[in-house]
C-alpha cells in the first residue's frame, strides 16, 4: 500500500548483511484468533497453545517462508493466542532488505487474515471458520510487524528463551493476575507511581537503597576494592536481615547485588527507568521473582516507545526516588553508613 512506511532501520542502514532479527506479528484487537492457551492442572510449566486453522496456516506460511528468502533461515518460532514471535537469520547478505523479507511475511498474514471470518458458532473449538469469498472480510493483522535486531552478546540466547517461555508465562499471568497487574496512583514521599507486583512490599518496617558510588568504583579501579566489596556485601547482609532494597539498579555493580537478591529470593523494589506498556510483562528473571513475590517495580513515568536508553539526569532522579523510598526507615547509625557508603 502507498500509505505504508517502514522505517525500522537507523538511518543510513540498509539491513542487507548477515545478521539475527526478532520479529512479532500481532493481532491488534489481542482477540485469542490464533490459538487458545491450555494449562494442564494449572501447572504453568505445562501450558501449551492449542493453534486455531489460523493459527495453524499462519504458522505454515512462516515455515514456507524460506523457500522464497534462502538466505534466511528461523531459529525460534512460537504461536501465541495473539501474536507470532520468530527469530530471523540471515545467513549471508541479501539483494534485497531485510524490510522486504518482514513485509512479505505480514503481507502473506494479512491475505491470510482476509480469507477468515468470525465463527457465529461460539462453540467451535477453533474460534474461527473459513470465510472465503465473503462479501465482508474480517482485517485481522492491520499493524505493522515489531523487528527487533540483536547485536549483544548473549542477546540471542536470551531472546531464544524469551520466545520458548511465552506459554509458561502467559499461564503464570493468567493464574496470578493480582501480581502482573499495572496498579495506579502508587503515593510515596509526594511522587505518584504505578506499580507491578508484591505491593505488600511497602508494608515492611525497613528499607535500604542500594547505590554503587562512582568513588567506590574508582578505588577499585586503581586497585583497592575494599569499600566497594564491603558497601556490596553491606547491602546483601541487610537484605538477609530482613530488609527491603530499594534502587534502579542501573550500575554494573548495582545490577551483581540485585542477581545475588534474585537468587536467594531476598525482595527488593526495582525502579523502572520507563513507563509500562500495554500488556506489559517484566523480562526474564524479573518475571519469575513477581510471580514468587519477591518484588515490587514501580515507575513514576508514562511509556515511552522511542526511548533507548536511560540518561544521567534520570539516574540521578532515581536514585533520589530510591533514597525518598527509603528514607521512613533510614534511622540507624548502621543504616546510614550503609546509605551513603562513607
Excluded at 505504508?4 to 542502514?13: A, K
Excluded at 490459538?35 to 496456516?57: C, E, H, M, S, W
Excluded at 566497594?228 to 530482613?242: E, I, K, P, S, T
Aim: proline share 6%.
Amino acid at each position: 500500500m502507498a500509505n505504508e512506511n517502514w522505517h525500522w532501520q537507523e538511518v543510513g542502514s540498509a539491513w542487507r548483511g548477515v545478521g539475527i532479527y526478532h520479529v512479532t506479528i500481532i493481532v491488534p484487537s489481542r482477540e485469542p484468533l490464533l490459538g487458545k492457551l491450555i494449562i494442564p492442572q494449572d501447572d504453568p510449566k505445562q501450558a501449551y497453545v492449542q493453534r486455531t486453522k489460523l493459527g495453524n496456516a499462519l504458522v505454515e506460511k512462516l515455515l514456507n517462508h524460506p523457500t522464497y528468502y534462502p538466505e534466511v533461515q528461523i531459529v525460534q518460532y512460537c504461536l501465541m493466542p495473539d501474536h507470532l514471535h520468530v527469530i530471523l537469520y540471515v545467513k549471508r547478505p541479501m539483494k534485497q532488505t531485510f524490510n522486504t523479507v518482514v513485509r512479505s511475511l505480514w503481507q502473506a498474514a494479512k491475505k491470510l487474515g482476509r480469507t477468515y471470518t468470525p465463527s457465529i458458532n461460539p462453540e467451535s473449538d477453533s474460534g474461527l471458520t473459513n470465510g472465503e469469498n465473503t462479501d465482508a472480510p474480517f482485517p485481522i493483522f492491520t499493524e505493522r510487524p515489531f523487528v527487533r535486531p540483536m547485536s549483544r552478546r548473549g542477546q540471542l540466547q536470551t531472546m531464544i528463551h524469551y520466545v520458548q517461555m511465552n506459554p509458561q508465562r502467559l499461564a503464570t499471568k493468567k493464574l496470578t493476575p493480582e501480581l502482573f497487574w499495572v496498579q495506579d496512583n502508587i503515593e510515596i514521599a509526594g511522587r505518584i507511581y504505578k506499580g507491578v507486583g508484591n505491593a505488600d512490599l511497602l508494608q515492611r518496617a525497613r528499607y535500604v537503597p542500594v547505590h554503587v558510588r562512582s568513588m567506590m568504583v574508582d578505588e577499585a579501579l586503581h586497585g583497592d576494592d575494599k569499600r566497594l566489596r564491603d558497601y556490596m556485601n553491606g547491602c546483601v547482609l541487610a537484605a538477609r536481615q530482613g530488609a527491603v532494597m530499594v534502587s534502579p539498579f542501573i550500575s554494573e555493580q548495582e545490577k551483581a547485588v540485585m542477581e545475588v537478591l534474585l537468587k536467594e529470593g531476598l525482595p527488593f523494589i526495582y525502579i523502572a527507568d520507563n513507563g509500562f506498556r500495554d500488556y506489559y510483562k517484566p523480562q526474564d528473571s524479573l518475571f519469575d521473582a513477581v510471580a514468587r513475590k519477591q518484588v515490587l517495580i514501580l515507575t513514576p513515568w508514562e511509556y515511552d516507545a522511542g526511548k533507548k536508553r536511560v540518561s544521567r539526569a534520570e539516574c540521578v532522579e532515581m536514585n533520589k526516588m530510591a533514597e525518598e523510598i527509603c528514607t521512613p526507615s533510614i534511622n540507624s547509625e548502621s543504616d546510614s553508613e550503609l546509605t551513603n557508603g562513607e
